[in-house]
């Protein structure tokens, strides 16, 4: 990413101190990103971005790693994907010819599918899955399974570095519960698009999303109203972070506590809603505003039995990440190794891991077991 850095600024022949300016950084950690010897957070990249005036993506680069067949074949049908949903607009039927019950358990597979991290085989039969949903009589039918399906193909998407094809699955999932007219499915499809507007930096905007969708909810009495709410002010917090807003982020923490507290753990929408989710996202919040031994001790009282592998997998590269912050690199290796077994093209396309695993070797840390991870990453160890 350091490399990426220079070469836009020196495209726009601008100085490190001009540019760190932009940034409101200092030019020496400007320096010292762009040589690979500062970490960045999620947050940083995006203050680096508008300076910059390029996208997220730009910067952080959309992995490619040819040692991992899966992820080649899943970059291949997000390519698929994209041309049917462009080809499939919310309002027009499509010729497939599926049964309500044929589609439902076809949605159900492709959840499992991601739940489980295995993005190229959901995202593989999507392929026929989105024009089966349109091609349903049952009309009510295909807007209720559209809203996860589609939600699916924007995690899928996103987690493999697509943002743009993955925007578009989040306008789909949103255009179903509008049609749907229902505010916990409309909260959904909020939490979605939100997701994807913060991964491009956009978090004002994603926390206008959540906003309008939690003040639907408020005090609605609808199965899984309260769990998806609770969802979005976790979503709310990440996005205030984002804006620099630490205090609010800790009041909607908090408040999606109390509601975890309420609703005990649950699996509505795929949300695996619950204390411990609030827990993973309180673990991530510590660590993206610097504070790596508080995120550790966060993480010291999370239970993963039972959390699906999409759920898991985050946990172990944030433990990573903290454990690596706080000089604990054969940790933050094994860390690291943990995360690719429990999803690994999920780890071996993530930014932060790979990130995690550069500055590790930076700092000199070449154990065959680092060196392996790295050569799954497509990462060099010289």
Request: one cysteine or more.
């Amino acid at each position: 990413m350091g490399d990426r850095i220079r070469a836009r600024r020196e495209l726009r022949g601008w100085s490190v101190r001009y540019a760190a300016s932009r940034a409101g950084i200092s030019h020496t950690s400007w320096s010292r990103i762009e040589r690979g010897q500062q970490r960045t957070d999620r947050y940083m990249v995006v203050d680096l971005a508008a300076a910059l005036e390029c996208s997220v993506v730009d910067l952080t680069g959309q992995a490619y790693t040819p040692a991992d067949r899966q992820l080649d074949a899943a970059r291949i049908d997000a390519e698929r994907v994209w041309r049917i949903m462009m080809d499939t607009p919310t309002a027009r039927r499509s010729d497939a010819a599926a049964t309500v019950e044929q589609v439902r358990r076809e949605a159900a597979l492709v959840r499992g599918l991601y739940g489980r991290c295995d993005y190229a085989g959901a995202l593989r039969r999507l392929v026929d899955l989105v024009p089966a949903m349109h091609g349903l009589d049952d009309r009510q039918a295909a807007l209720t399974e559209m809203v996860p399906v589609y939600g699916v193909a924007m995690g899928s998407l996103l987690n493999v570095s697509y943002p743009a094809h993955a925007w578009l699955a989040a306008e789909r999932c949103a255009e179903a519960a509008e049609l749907l007219d229902d505010p916990v499915a409309a909260g959904v499809a909020a939490a979605n698009r939100a997701r994807v507007s913060a991964y491009s930096g956009a978090y004002g905007p994603a926390r206008e999303l959540c906003e309008v969708a939690g003040a639907d909810l408020a005090g609605s009495g609808a199965a899984g109203a309260l769990d998806v709410l609770g969802f979005l002010h976790l979503a709310r917090a990440h996005h205030l972070a984002g804006l620099r807003d630490q205090i609010g982020a800790e009041e909607h923490l908090s408040e999606a506590a109390r509601i975890a507290a309420r609703t005990g753990e649950t699996d509505s929408w795929d949300l695996a809603w619950g204390p411990r989710n609030v827990a993973l996202w309180r673990m991530a919040f510590l660590l993206d505003t610097g504070r790596p031994e508080a995120a550790l001790e966060t993480a010291a009282g999370v239970e993963l039995t039972g959390l699906p592998a999409v759920r898991q997998v985050y946990f172990w590269l944030d433990m990573g990440r903290a454990a690596e912050a706080v000089g604990r690199d054969r940790d933050a290796v094994r860390m690291l190794l943990a995360a690719e077994r429990v999803g690994p093209q999920h780890s071996r396309s993530s930014v932060s891991a790979r990130e995690t695993a550069r500055s590790l070797l930076r700092k000199g840390a070449t154990s065959p077991e680092l060196r392996g991870l790295c050569e799954r990453m497509s990462l060099t160890t010289q």
